[in-house]
T-cell receptor, first 113, second 112 residues
Framework: DAKTTQPNSMESNEEEPVHLPCNHS???????IHWYRQLPSQGPEYVIH???SNVNNRMASLAIAEDRKSSTLILHRATLRDAAVYYC??????????????FGEGTQLTVNP | ETGVTQTPRHLVMGMTNKKSLKCEQH?????MYWYKQSAKKPLELMFV???????ENNSVPSRFSPECPNSSHLFLHLHTLQPEDSALYLC???????????FGPGTRLTVT
């Protein structure tokens, strides 16, 4: 499975934008970039995913580099509720391995009031 | 509320006990999953079911036995566990194998 690299931790202030980076230099052409997050004492929660183009939804935006070797999850206005561990995951959809989510260590986001 | 419920939320069991974890999804999904999350380790996929058939078993010890009687329910039967099996056990479901997964809140298991 292609590997992702994320910073262990990041800090942000409430109501400011947050940019969470993810490096995936060995990404293959069939890998989709997925983001999940895990709030304290809860199961993981799907955030967003994309292949090549930037994506937006009600929770966040995903900016994908032109060479697809990195991506950035953008929270436009962080709230205290956004404090969580954020996971960047590659999934080769359409291949057997794509049926699984392979979680790494993720980035622990702290949001300061 | 994700539409995936797990019971019990907390379980303490001895090494000789037999217990079962239950997961139920109210989303009409066709795939269900068991994950294990140990302290300071990433989530590990244990089992995958699609249309009630097991499609993946990630080298999980036989003391963990999954059961999927229908597309809405998933069980994890536990017997003769070890203290190192203490962890958060998470259930998830998805519309199909390649769709986003919805997780339950987990069962916190302690083996004494």
């Amino acid at each position: 499975d292609a590997k992702t690299t994320q910073p262990n931790s990041m800090e942000s202030n409430e109501e400011e934008p947050v940019h969470l980076p993810c490096n995936h230099s060995t990404i293959s052409g069939t890998d989709y970039i997925h983001w999940y997050r895990q709030l304290p004492s809860q199961g993981p929660e799907y955030v967003i995913h994309g292949l090549t183009s930037n994506v937006n939804n009600r929770m966040a935006s995903l900016a994908i580099a032109e060479d697809r070797k990195s991506s950035t999850l953008i929270l436009h206005r962080a709230t205290l509720r956004d404090a969580a561990v954020y996971y960047c995951i590659l999934r080769a959809l359409g291949e057997t391995s794509g049926s699984r989510l392979t979680f790494g260590e993720g980035t622990q986001l702290t949001v300061n009031p | 509320e994700t539409g995936v419920t797990q019971t019990p939320r907390h379980l303490v069991m001895g090494m000789t006990n037999k217990k079962s974890l239950k997961c139920e999804q109210h989303l009409g999904h066709n795939a269900m999953y068991w994950y294990k999350q140990s302290a300071k380790k990433p989530l590990e996929l244990m089992f995958v079911y699609s249309l009630e058939e097991r499609v993946e078993n990630n080298s999980v010890p036989s003391r963990f036995s999954p059961e999927c009687p229908n597309s809405s329910h998933l069980f994890l039967h536990l017997h003769t566990l070890q203290p190192e099996d203490s962890a958060l056990y998470l259930c998830a479901s998805s519309q199909g194998l390649y769709y986003e997964q919805y997780f339950g809140p987990g069962t916190r298991l302690t083996v004494t």
